[in-house]
């Protein structure tokens, strides 16, 4: 821990799915004084996300799920994403692979860990670790839609890359993960025929 933060106090508000604290801290600033600050926190614990492709196809894979703070929020009555989930203590690469096989049914194999994040670190002390794998488009290993014991009511969706972004540009995909991964795709070029009408593109008089 830094010399410049000493923690005074720490109160847990609740404990549930997460946990919410509220913290007493005095911060030496960059320009040198003192100030106290008291800030809650909620840590729902760290996750991972995954992007599955098909880099032919160039479609990706998405689930369609009821997320209770966007219907509180907006009135959505499901948010389209990534597949993701808690670790619960597992390491982040063997979750994601039990995670895809729950939501999804496809089996994954030696999924490329791509960066971290911390989703909204003003209040949440969540970090999500991003991941990467190709699929093979309707070749599902086991009965995806997510865990009836958690309440998970999921559905498939397959977009294109392309169809995808146009549904982030609609405001149809609003989740932020999920933004992130379609925008890493486009720009790191995943899509082989994305990179290869690119080329002919740039080739092109």
Same mark, same amino acid.
């Given at each position: 821990m830094s010399g410049n933060i000493f923690l005074l106090r720490r109160h847990i508000i609740s404990r549930g799915h997460g946990e919410l604290q509220r913290l007493d801290i005095e911060?030496?600033?960059?320009?040198?004084?003192?100030?106290?600050l008291t800030r809650e926190v909620y840590d729902p614990g760290d996750g991972a996300a995954i992007l599955l492709y098909d880099s032919n196809?160039?479609?990706?894979?998405?689930?369609?799920?009821?997320? #209770?703070?966007?219907?509180?929020?907006?009135?959505? +009555?499901? @948010?389209?994403? /990534?597949?993701?989930g808690r670790l619960e203590?597992?390491?982040?690469?063997?979750?994601?692979?039990?995670?895809?096989?729950?939501?999804?049914?496809?089996?994954?194999?030696?999924?490329?860990?791509?960066?971290e994040a911390c989703m909204s670190p003003g209040c949440f002390a969540e970090k999500i670790t991003f991941f990467a794998a190709?699929?093979?488009?309707?070749?599902?290993?086991?009965k995806e839609g997510g865990c009836d014991d958690e309440g998970?009511? #999921?559905?498939?969706?397959?977009?294109?890359?392309? +169809?995808? @972004?146009?549904? /982030?540009g609609r405001g149809e995909i609003i989740d932020a993960k999920t933004i992130l991964l379609l925008q890493y795709a486009k720009l790191a070029g995943l899509m082989r025929c994305q990179d290869a009408a690119g080329r002919l593109a740039e080739a092109a008089p």
């Open positions: 911060r030496k600033r960059f320009d040198g004084r003192v100030q106290s196809s160039t479609r990706v894979v998405l689930i369609r799920q009821f997320r #209770i703070p966007a219907y509180l929020r907006d009135g959505h +009555e499901s @948010l389209i994403e /990534v597949c993701a203590g597992a390491d982040a690469e063997r979750r994601i692979i039990e995670e895809a096989k729950e939501e999804t049914g496809f089996l994954v194999r030696n999924p490329r860990r791509l960066f190709e699929y093979t488009p309707g070749c599902r290993t086991y998970e009511d #999921i559905e498939i969706l397959e977009p294109t890359l392309g +169809e995808a @972004l146009e549904m /982030v």
